[in-house]
């Protein structure tokens, strides 16, 4: 059967059908969703997926949005109100899980009975007078939690962090945060807005942008070269209709699949439009060369079918490799990338072959210019002659050259870098990245870090081991502003008792624990059966790499810590193990020391360190006590004993009783509870007085009061001896004295968090009771992994399509030309594009991202097109003419012309999206752009020019070695 006779013949049912389908494509093409959502874009059932769900359903939300407002000074009336009223607003706000700011947060005062757990403004009490407004400033900025934290430094940002849940569309939680904060502040303030969900929502905005904005451009383009192209109305409307209508029906393929626009799928209408008309314009290009033999008339239609249909439905297979190759990845974006626009590659190859073709058909015989009707196809005077001829005559030369400027390009391979990050997409001067960067410089990043600890959350052991993980961590400069329950127990204890640590008993956690219940800040740290913990942290870096190496960071630091920790009592060891306790004490104290100096900057001789700690150590186990500390001590237990909360009643202390407990302390008589209890009964007639449970009890509570004098004496010895090591400015940073002094506390403990290997080793040298024995693990979730993975994914998808693409390509050339070498021949062409490609990418710093990575694949789908093209008519010139120089001139002033038209359509189509706001695509435009021009180049050069080299060297087929397959 004549398959292009039949089409022909049956022209009006095509054209109904395209109308038909124009209309109900039309209809579902306004349903295309949009997704900016990258954690949906990689496998649902990814173990750092599955964890980045679970940790967002146990603590209320992994994403953070966070609003900036710069004012000249934060603590005034009006903006502490616009401030409160953002919050109030936006904790309303359905899918917001908590708000923090200055207005709402969580404040630690002493009080004379202990301590308050209260708000930093209370509800309604915003202060109005300068001195109220004057005092909080002094306070907030002396505040480490607060400090850089919510307001910066200079007092001019104030920041309103919003976690949002993740079972809500974060982009339209994002745009109701904006619009919100916009009205309310009426552009009295300048605002910011960082944070993911403010980047995917900002990124939604730009692919409709994008979309509205650069089709129509690309459209005008097409249509003005297809028009200068043929000087022809109808040929250019006929070759555009191509891609209209290809269009049309891919968006309505995706409205109806529900393939969303990505930020990878959002050059689809530019790349349609593109690559669509290449089969339009072959096809008219052969149905104008014919005109003058055949006339307008169907039988004119069905010979262009006959002769240019099987290289036009080749080329669209090849092409649609290209981008079926996409299939092969794991990221679903790529994968309804590659789907959507396969499709329309097979809708503009369906417009081509039948809707133009039954409409060349229908019309009326064009008026040919007579340039047309009496024009020899092979003539000498072609534009693209002399190439030809340079090409037959020195095709060595050709190959030879251009496989130097390969090998040339290839060495910007290792240059090529890999990006990922969201905030990277956008232009430098847009308002994310200025939002970011505000965040970068004041804030230490927007970034966050979120490790899921789980054991028994409210152990000693647990909080303990989640400081060392902090310390440690804030020791890399991207590394910021850690956060968990174990620092808001340090901050309580500060506050109380003057020292930044963790209660080394589980009633002194218990107590403060307790002032936290209710507390919406702790639903945001620990679950509700206090089995589930996490630690966060910013980074303070928007670049991939570096949050790459944060990451790889973390996991470090999680494999070095212990996973079973255990108690042990100072008083549950033997003497001859004291040493190796005291050894294990001075190591974890050095460890803090330095992390806590490290973090800063400054650096101590280990030596220095060590004697400082050793000293302390030693000065603890000494059974004597300096008569200073001793006065001390004594002071304390007598006021004590004076006061109203005895059970002892001391109305009066005589002198030789605070001189006889001082001297019993200095001498180390008094060693235990015990001691002191068996003293106060013979040197305090009102101690013979009471039984014997009440003195016990009274004597221990002052055994503490007397023990943590001397701690308190010992650890500010210490804390001076190092502070005079240390430049006097830094000195005085009382954020550093308080790190620092808690490091040194840890000395004072009778409990310490022994790792259970070490204790195992311990126990094998003499018998230690163990208290307890407590398990914790740790792994990262958050943002962090699901982007490396994000990243490997891409390099595999990269490497599986491109491997795909060129063996199906290969394949596909070697059966159709019948010859191996032949295929590799035809590969040629696309290897000099990859490699111009790849290696521009490294001398440009252009990196490989979701969109770049498509390049290559395209690259091959739709450069062997050309050499497809002009193989096939140089195998029909070479059946006329003997001589290859006149095939080829004949091929390059038909085909090759055809090629170019394509190719500067494909490469303007692709340039518009340089036009465009999100950089990946950007880069991809102008990538692609490129990748068509080599391709083109390379296929009107470096093709021709080996198959020259091969029919000179005489293959099996003699002559025929190029037109006999």
Not at 514 to 535: A, F, K, P, S, Y
Not at 725 to 736: F, G, I, V
Not at 771 to 780: H, L, N, P
Not at 862 to 879: K, N, P, Q, T, W
């Amino acid at each position: 059967m004549d398959l292009p006779r039949r089409i022909v013949q049956t022209r009006r049912l095509w054209i109904a059908l395209a109308c038909l389908l124009t209309l109900l494509a039309g209809f579902f093409a306004i349903r295309v969703p949009i997704n900016t959502d990258i954690v949906t874009f990689l496998p649902q059932d990814s173990p750092r997926v599955q964890l980045f769900k679970h940790t967002d359903h146990l603590f209320g939300g992994n994403h953070l949005a966070i609003v900036g407002v710069e004012a000249e000074d934060i603590f005034t009336s009006p903006v502490l109100h616009v401030v409160d009223s953002l919050t109030t607003g936006f904790a309303g706000i359905e899918g917001v899980s908590s708000v923090t700011s200055l207005t709402n947060v969580i404040d630690f005062r002493k009080t004379e009975g202990g301590i308050e757990v209260t708000k930093l403004i209370e509800p309604g009490q915003v202060p109005d007078q300068p001195e109220e407004l004057a005092r909080l400033r002094d306070y907030v900025l002396a505040r480490s939690l607060y400090r850089d934290k919510l307001v910066s430094g200079d007092g001019r940002f104030a920041l309103i962090l919003v976690r949002i849940r993740g079972d809500v569309d974060r982009e339209a939680v994002a745009r109701q945060l904006r619009t919100l904060s916009k009205n309310l502040v009426h552009g009295r303030y300048r605002l910011y807005f960082a944070g993911f969900p403010f980047q995917m929502e900002f990124l939604g905005r730009l692919i409709i942008t994008d979309l509205w904005r650069l089709t129509p451009i690309a459209a005008v383009l097409i249509l003005g070269l297809l028009y200068l192209s043929f000087r022809r109305g109808r040929a250019a409307l006929l070759a555009f209709l191509t891609v209209l209508l290809s269009l049309i029906w891919t968006f309505g393929l995706m409205g109806a699949l529900r393939l969303p626009l990505t930020l990878i799928s959002a050059a689809t209408p530019v790349l349609v439009l593109a690559v669509g008309s290449a089969y339009g314009i072959h096809l008219l290009k052969k149905y104008y060369e014919l005109s003058p033999s055949y006339g307008a008339s169907p039988e004119l239609v069905a010979e262009t079918l006959r002769q240019v249909g099987t290289p036009i439905v080749l080329a669209a297979v090849t092409t649609l490799i290209g981008f079926l190759s996409l299939l092969s990845s794991e990221l679903s974006a790529i994968r309804q990338f590659g789907l959507a626009t396969g499709a329309g590659i097979l809708f503009a190859l369906a417009v081509a072959t039948l809707v133009v073709t039954a409409i060349l058909a229908s019309l009326a015989p064009e008026n040919l210019p007579r340039t047309v009707r009496n024009s020899p196809a092979g003539s000498s005077r072609l534009p693209l002659g002399a190439l030809a001829s340079s090409v037959a005559r020195h095709p060595h030369r050709w190959a030879f050259s251009l496989g130097i400027l390969a090998l040339a390009f290839l060495t910007g391979l290792p240059q090529i870098s890999r990006e990922v990050n969201l905030s990277e997409y956008f232009k430098r001067n847009s308002e994310v990245r200025i939002s970011e960067k505000l965040m970068e410089e004041r804030f230490g990043g927007s970034y966050p870090v979120q490790i899921l600890v789980q054991g028994p959350i409210d152990h000693p052991a647990v909080l303990h081991w989640m400081r060392q993980l902090e310390r440690r961590l804030e020791t890399d400069p991207w590394l910021t502003n850690p956060q968990s329950v174990a620092d808001l127990i340090c901050e309580m204890n500060q506050v109380l008792n003057d020292r930044y640590v963790v209660p080394e008993t589980n009633q002194g956690v218990a107590n403060l624990w307790l002032l936290l219940e209710g507390q919406e800040i702790l639903q945001q740290l620990v679950t509700e059966n206090r089995q589930n913990g996490q630690v966060q942290l910013r980074i303070r870096s928007q670049d991939s790499q570096r949050i790459f190496h944060s990451v790889d960071l973390v996991n470090r630091v999680l494999q070095s810590l212990p996973d079973t920790l255990v108690v042990v009592s100072d008083s549950a060891v033997p003497a001859e193990m004291r040493a190796a306790l005291d050894s294990f004490r001075v190591g974890e104290a050095m460890n803090a020391l330095r992390w806590e100096m490290e973090r800063r900057g400054l650096s101590l001789p280990e030596a220095a360190l060590r004697a400082v700690l050793e000293r302390h150590t030693g000065r603890l186990r000494a059974q004597s006590i300096s008569p200073a500390i001793a006065d001390s001590m004594a002071t304390a237990v007598l006021r004590f004993l004076t006061s109203e909360e005895s059970e002892i009643p001391v109305t009066e202390v005589r002198g030789r009783d605070f001189e006889g407990l001082r001297d019993a302390f200095s001498r180390g008589e008094l060693q235990s509870p015990r001691d002191l209890a068996g003293y106060l009964r013979q040197a305090l007639p009102e101690a013979r007085r009471v039984d014997e449970d009440a003195l016990l009890r009274t004597a221990e509570h002052v055994w503490y009061l007397a023990n943590e004098v001397r701690q308190q004496a010992l650890t500010d010895s210490s804390l001076a001896s190092l502070l005079t090591l240390l430049p006097k400015t830094t000195a005085d940073d009382p954020n550093l004295r308080r790190d620092l002094k808690s490091a040194l506390w840890s000395l004072n403990q009778e409990r310490c968090f022994v790792p259970d290997d070490l204790f195992r080793e311990w126990s094998r040298r003499a018998p230690i009771r163990a208290e307890e024995r407590v398990g914790i693990s740790a792994i990262q979730s958050g943002s962090g992994p699901i982007y490396q993975e994000l990243d490997a994914k891409l390099l595999n998808s990269q490497i599986t399509s491109l491997a795909f693409a060129l063996g199906l390509v290969f394949l596909l050339l070697c059966l159709q030309l019948k010859s191996l070498s032949l295929g590799l021949i035809g590969t040629a062409p696309i290897l000099l594009t990859l490699a111009v490609n790849f290696g521009a990418m490294g001398y440009l710093g252009i990196p490989l991202d979701d969109a770049t990575l498509m390049i290559a694949p395209l690259a091959v789908g739709i450069g062997v097109d050309y050499a497809i093209h002009i193989s096939h008519r140089l195998r029909y010139e070479l059946e006329r003419h003997s001589s290859l120089e006149e095939a080829l001139r004949r091929s390059f002033g038909t085909t090759g012309m055809a090629i170019l038209i394509n190719a500067l359509s494909v490469g303007l189509g692709f340039c518009v999206l340089l036009l465009g706001d999100v950089e990946p695509v950007r880069r991809f435009g102008g990538m692609v752009a490129l990748a068509m021009a080599v391709s083109a180049f390379g296929a009107l050069t470096l093709l021709p020019a080996l198959l020259a080299i091969r029919q000179r060297k005489g293959s099996p087929s003699g002559s025929r070695g190029i037109s006999g397959s």
